[in-house]
């Protein structure tokens, strides 16, 4: 008896923690009161709900492409902190834009899963698993892909359009580390990454130098 029960503690464990997300709300819903949770350390205010309007819940900020980078990406991130009434709800989303050739670099996001739905154009989509396996191909228009919580995943314009994608996050606040940035533009001392990447002297400073954030 004792051991059935220790069993079915331990399965309902797992199930639980395979399913841990963001914290369910225990309210309708929580409108982060961004001037008050400035000053608050951690804990969220929510705006008083009879306050609320229907504005709270409709976020116009990704009607057209954002700015492009080098890389010919365009990504505006709609989390919690830009669109305050996601807070609580456990989601957000990502509007990317890419030119022709446009290239999203290795990245991963710590605490969320992402489906990719395609809005126009032809994207070669993919990520790696923790025993560096590859699952990549080119996807259209409709097609969806589905990037596993903290994977290392990318994508690449391979059209000869513009192309457009939409990202969704089990996460309000997903997080982003690129790969490039986070290991050539963070200061990591230039002798351990010689020695990880085999790479000269000359060869760091010259990546240092492409992917520091100033
Ligand atoms: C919320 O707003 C209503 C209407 O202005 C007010 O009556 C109520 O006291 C407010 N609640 C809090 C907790 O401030």
Not at 124 to 146: C, H, L, P, Q
């Amino acid at each position: 008896m004792f051991t059935k029960m220790v069993l079915l503690f331990v399965i309902f464990l797992n199930i639980y923690v395979s399913l841990a997300s963001d914290p369910d709300p225990v309210q309708d819903f929580c409108i982060a009161n961004t001037a008050e949770s400035a000053t608050a350390s951690n804990a969220i205010q929510c705006k008083n709900s009879s306050l609320a309007t229907v504005e709270d819940f409709v976020y116009s900020g990704i009607k057209s492409p954002g700015k492009f980078g080098q890389t010919g990406l365009s990504a505006i991130s709609v989390n919690s902190n830009v669109f305050p009434g996601l807070n609580t709800l456990g989601m957000s989303f990502v509007r990317a834009d890419f030119e022709v050739g446009g290239v999203n670099v290795p990245h991963y996001h710590p605490r969320a899963t992402e489906t990719a739905f395609v809005l126009e154009g032809k994207i070669y989509s993919g990520f790696v698993d923790t025993n560096n396996k590859i699952f990549a191909k080119v996807i259209e228009r409709g097609e969806v892909m589905v990037f596993p919580k903290g994977l290392v995943h990318f994508q690449m314009n391979v059209g000869d359009t513009p192309a457009t994608i939409l990202g969704s996050f089990n996460s309000q606040n997903p997080g982003l580390q690129r790969i490039p940035t986070s290991i050539f533009g963070s200061g990591i001392k230039d002798e351990l990454l010689e020695k990880a990447f085999g790479l000269s002297s000359k060869e760091i400073a010259k990546l240092k130098k492409k992917l520091s954030p100033h």
